[in-house]
């Protein structure tokens, strides 16, 4: 027994080697930087829920990616609200939403989304999912179809097993001993440091939220919800048979490392009302990466 709890706690550890590249959140701008403005709350089920609500008109409901918030969008917002209402929630375990024990699965998450939205009384959305919020996305559009009128999914999960090794490795038992070392000041500025030794000019950003135990253990359970140490444990391929009339986008970076662009080619070959774009030189974080450009598909694909 002590052998094997070496053993996992050993395959952790080598995931907190290679995890900070995927655990860093990626580049946005000064004026993104902070994540309460705009930022309103509201209980649902006893849970307080942060979301952001901006502009008027036809709804689009964005939904960030594992371990991010609303801030994902934080540049996507201001265009979208332009000519929308932009509703853009943190998950229960992300964010500046509640960290409650509870469920952190897709199917979970698709129902706080629908209460939300009734609480708001939204009865109609285009859904657009990042990474896990694609899953969300999906399986919010496989529950409550009556709401969707359009389905976007970007760097989206749930089409097939494959998913960054530094994810399966999180996914396994000892991860809680040393997700709290690598999302430390310290072992940033080590990290750091050792790249500069290297001729590196990348450098890792301190993500302080991952050192917080209840944000710790709540990104885990959303994890373990859907990937295991074989790949992504979740698929959407099934219940999409029941959605083939409904529009759909799909956005891939080709230089995607956690979720291969060929997810997205399989999505779009299984989905028959679905249109494809994949991103050049974009990696898996294409609302921060490009948010004009995803703003911009997003316009084109709700103007149709």
């Known amino acids: 027994m002590k052998a094997l709890k070496t053993l996992l706690i050993g395959a952790a550890t080598c995931a907190a080697v290679v995890a900070a590249p995927v655990l860093t959140p990626p580049p946005v701008s000064d004026a993104a930087l902070d994540d309460t403005k705009g930022v309103k709350v509201m209980t649902v089920h006893g849970d307080r829920v ?6 008027s008109g036809e709804a689009i409901l964005l ?3 594992m371990g991010g918030s609303s801030n994902t969008w934080s540049e996507v917002i201001p265009i979208l609200a332009k000519k929308y209402r932009v509703i853009a929630p943190d998950l229960l375990g992300h964010g500046l939403s509640d960290k409650p ?3 952190y699965s897709v199917g979970a ?10 609480e708001l009384g939204v009865t109609k959305v285009t859904v657009a999912g990042h990474s896990l919020g694609g899953g969300v996305a999906m399986q919010f559009a496989h529950q409550h179809r009556q709401y969707c009128e359009r389905l976007v999914l970007i760097s989206s999960g749930g089409f097939g097993d494959d998913v960054g090794r530094v994810l399966r490795l999180l996914s396994l038992p000892g991860s809680e001993f040393v997700l709290p070392m690598i999302a430390s000041r310290p072992a940033v500025a080590a990290g750091n440091a050792l790249r500069a030794l290297a001729g590196s000019a990348d450098r890792f950003a ?10 710790r253990r709540a990104f885990l359970r959303t994890l373990r919800a859907v990937v295991d140490f074989r790949g992504q444990a979740v698929s959407a391929i099934n219940r999409l048979c029941c ?3 409904l529009p759909a986008l799909i956005i891939s970076g080709d230089q995607d490392r956690v979720i291969p662009v060929e997810h997205a080619r399989a999505a779009h070959a299984t989905m028959p009302n679905s249109r494809l774009h994949v991103l050049a030189g974009v990696h898996h974080h294409p609302p921060t990466e490009e948010p004009q450009m995803v703003a911009g598909l997003i ?3 709700v103007k149709v």
């Open 50 to 55: 942060a979301y952001r609500d901006e502009g």
């Open 63 to 65: 939904i960030h990616g």
């Open 101 to 103: 024990r509870g469920d």
């Open 109 to 118: 998450f698709a129902v706080l989304l629908r209460d939300l939205l009734d």
């Open 206 to 215: 301190v993500r302080p939220a991952l050192a917080n135990r209840d944000n």
């Open 243 to 245: 959605s083939d009339d």
């Open 299 to 301: 316009d084109d694909f």
